[in-house]
C-alpha cells in the first residue's frame, strides 16, 4: 500500500479535508501531532473521518500492508506564522519533507512560490528518496499563493484584480479569514495582531478598499460570512464576491498518485 504525505501550511485545512474525504483509496490517515494539528483534527472529527494522531518520531516504519489499490495518508500541518521568516519557511517545509521521506512514495507540498521561497523546492529535494511535488498550475507553473491555488491560475488571479478596477483588493478564503490577524502579523503589517489602527493606517496607505470573499465551496470553516463582516466593519472595506474552487489542488494530488502508481 503506498504512502503519500502532505506537507501543508494551515491554509490549506479545508482543501486537504476535501480530498480526504472524496477519494475512496485512502485506507489509512495519519496526523502529525505537532503545535498545529488541532484544528484540522477537530474539523477531520466533525465530518467523521478516522485518523491517527502520531508523533513524526513514532510513525511506523512498516507501512506497505494494507488492501490492495489502496493509499496511507500521512498529514503535516506548518505553521502561519513561519511566512514572516523566509528562511525558516524553508528549513521547516525542507526538514519535514526530508524527515517524511523515509516513509513516503511521495510527497506533495501544499504551497506555492510564497514569494519565491520554495521556487527550486522539488529541485533541491530531488535527492530524497520519493518524489516530491509541490502546487501547480496545468501549464507546470508553481502557483504564486494560496490564493492563487484555489483560483487556478496566475492569469485567473490577474483578471480578478482586473475586475476590482484598479481597487486595492484583500483576497480572503474562509481559511484566511479564521486567521486573518496572524497573516497580518505573518505580512509584516503590524507586529500585534490586535493593534487594528496601526493596520488600517498600512491599508489606507497601499490603497487597499475592498475584501474579496473567496467562496470555495468548502464548509469546513465555520461563520465565514461572519469573520469577513467583521473585517470590513474594522477596515471600512466594501465587500465583493468571488468564485474559486479546490480543483486545481485535487488535481495535483490526483497527478501524483499516478505518478507513483506509474
Known amino acids: ?102 516513509y513516503s512514495d511521495g510527497i506533495l507540498l501544499f504551497y506555492g512560490l510564497c514569494g519565491n521561497v520554495l521556487a527550486n523546492a522539488e529541485e533541491d529535494l530531488q535527492y530524497l528518496p520519493c518524489p516530491v511535488c509541490i502546487l501547480k498550475e496545468e501549464n507546470g507553473q508553481i502557483i504564486d499563493d494560496c490564493i492563487g491555488a484555489v483560483l487556478g491560475s496566475r492569469d485567473a488571479y490577474l483578471e480578478k484584480l482586473k475586475g476590482c478596477n484598479g481597487a486595492g483588493t484583500f483576497f480572503m478564503t474562509p481559511m484566511w479569514a479564521a486567521n486573518w490577524r496572524k497573516m497580518l502579523v505573518s505580512a509584516g503589517m503590524t507586529p500585534n495582531p490586535d493593534n487594528i489602527e496601526e493596520s488600517k493606517f498600512v491599508f489606507k496607505e497601499v490603497g487597499y478598499k475592498i475584501v474579496a470573499k473567496i467562496n470555495t465551496g468548502l464548509l469546513y ?4 460570512d461572519t469573520m469577513v463582516e467583521e473585517f470590513a466593519r474594522l477596515f471600512e472595506f466594501d465587500i465583493i464576491e468571488m468564485d474559486a474552487s479546490p480543483a486545481l489542488l485535487e488535481r495535483c494530488y490526483t497527478d501524483l498518485v499516478k505518478k507513483i502508481a506509474a
Do not use: Q, W
Not at 486537504?16 to 496526523?31: A, M
Not at 510513525?59 to 513561519?82: H, Q, R, Y
Not at 470553516?221 to 465565514?224: I, K, T
Open 1 to 102: 500500500m503506498p504512502v503519500i504525505s502532505f506537507v501543508s501550511c494551515k491554509i490549506f485545512e479545508d482543501e486537504i479535508i476535501h480530498v480526504i474525504k472524496n477519494d475512496s483509496i485512502i485506507e489509512r490517515l495519519i496526523l502529525i501531532e505537532n503545535d498545529d494539528y488541532h484544528r484540522i483534527a477537530e474539523k477531520l472529527d466533525n465530518v467523521g473521518i478516522p485518523y491517527e494522531l502520531l508523533p513524526i518520531g513514532s510513525i511506523p516504519n512498516n507501512m506497505d500492508s494494507g488492501t490492495s489499490g489502496k493509499v496511507t495518508l500521512i498529514v503535516d500541518m506548518l505553521e502561519l506564522a513561519l511566512h514572516a521568516y523566509p528562511d525558516d519557511l524553508r528549513k521547516a517545509v525542507y526538514g519535514v519533507s526530508e524527515e517524511l521521506s523515509s
Open 221 to 224: 470553516e465555520e461563520n465565514f
